[in-house]
């Protein structure tokens, strides 16, 4: 049977939600204080968790400590104390919602990390609400 | 592929376990502690999972101030700072298990939210004991 | 200079907060959803300061384990599992308020712990809610 | 002896570090990423702790409730889901770190709580980095 | 549909990751500081969890005071306050890694668990590293 | 008045408590478990707390980011994955009980601290023992 391991890393950055195409009193209503044109923050807690099989030599399904450089390199210097609407190109053209956060994190991580590894994202925008990519 | 988002809110209450039908010793020997006639309580960490597809105008599965709304009105206004077996109408019958608390959770909330989202309850009776429904 | 040591119990219980010399309706206004007759209830998660010297041969300033037995034996026994206003003496004359509830650990166990030592009680009702005796 | 009595409540916000006599140099040597312009965020916890005698007839220091309705009322508003620098009139000449926030929200709130009250403030930034004033 | 119940235990204890047919450097390379020779030590957050139908009589999946005894009695009694590599048998020919402790933990539980209720191991090795099994 | 500001941090190390002027059995009877010859471990919380005056120019009463990089420097490269008896200088003759590592990290930062400023060390053993120097 296949061991998921799992790592927790996080990340402080400002974001406001909105779209673009939308009138003013539209975003205020379906976003709410989230809709703040001078944007909010949040501290984000994100855990890349990986599934496979577990290497026979080192009893390893993946050395916490690289997928952490990975995570730090390839997620954490774009999104660390970071304005997610104006810093960060993935932004530029979707809302930041959690949602949006953990589908771009998956895509950038699933290009470094081998295929034979199952891939799922978990991010928690406050303590109370989180989301998973995939389901 | 689909997204899961997660909101999580609490409740106080109170409750007893037992079986109306077995006599005291039973009740005693099967429940221990928690058979107190008298009642104990609880702070309850009741989250509520719900998995689809993003709204692509949004970026959002599921509104979390709505769900948050939703478990208010129909869940902590019936369980919050309430005796379970006397003041909830739910358990009059069933003993308040957290496995029975998650069960009818699940389904005063499943006829709310569209059934084009999965719906998932967790449920913290204290810090090292919680249930999920369904499994 | 002195060393604090600390230990972390927790029980849970039922309670109504009320004043038994008050009508109904003033009871109602002051005390709200913590009034309900029929009770309600909380983890509470309990934590005993002792402030003293070390003891040069162990390194210790009272063993925690010695500590933790007395927490259980004189408090978790009393209040664990337990409806407070029912089932425990020192509640059937004074609310059992968060306040309270510190104020009658502390009084229980400073005649079971040396003077030598200071006696601080932290106690937590919820996350969100705590006291501290003495402040 | 006094009691004390403390309420948890959050915010989220964004915020900039900047001495806005410094040259940009001198910011970025000082701040480091938290001078980024285009500011960054976080989810804020923020303990308000009151210390005094309980009232004989309730057994309340000060109702909890009460306090958390006062907490939201004269800071949550200012500050949850705001730009510090850009939305709050106090952080317009003064730097937005962790000290900072901590002593303008014991100014507002000081005038709002009685004086036999004891008041201070715990602020935490991060899960790692957090503040009390006073000391 | 099925219920899943859960129960937290932790334990404390010393270990060493190398791979004794490695000369030393290889071990260094692969296991950095967790290969120091004199062991390093955690305290493990254990999460057993058990899916399967509700007892119509008493509404428990499974007792969780009978599920906490089980644990202690075949997992805590054998690693808490141990060095796994030194006085756990299983871990004499195998790397105590987080991925082989909770593949351990879970073929002993197995034997101990009707085979009705489905079975599951996470366990923490820090707060930020953390393992499933089966994945 | 003055402000305080902490940084948390953490370490992993094993351990063993014993008086090596005592017999074996003396050992065994005071520290029970924490006596096994073969060590145990931890995953040490430590949170370091510095009370001064704010200074104006920045708001800062401390950076945080220099006091984690010395508490990095100074504790964490000689406690982290280490063996606490075997290979820290300063228990070769003293117990590593909680108390003695918060005094042994006291001593060392007090050195690399300004005296302006007020020290305090916080040290969690485990979530539920923890301990403070000074008191």
Redesign the interface.
Known sequence: ??????????F????R?F?SGWPDEENEK?????N?P??????YELIVKL??E?DP?????Y???KLSDLINKFILEKF????LN??VEEFKK???????I??VTYNILRKEIDNKY?LKIILYE??????????
Chains 1, 2, 3, 4, 5, 6 share one sequence.
């Open positions: 049977m296949k061991v998921s391991v799992c790592r927790k890393e996080h402080n950055a400002a974001h939600l779209n379906v976003f709410g204080k989230c703040n001078n944007f909010h923050g949040h501290n599934s496979g577990q030599e080192t009893g390893y399904v050395d916490l400590k660390d104390h970071k304005n104006l810093d979707i809302n930041p919602t959690a949602e949006n953990a589908v199952d406050t303590e109370r609400n989180y989301v998973e990519y995939p389901a």
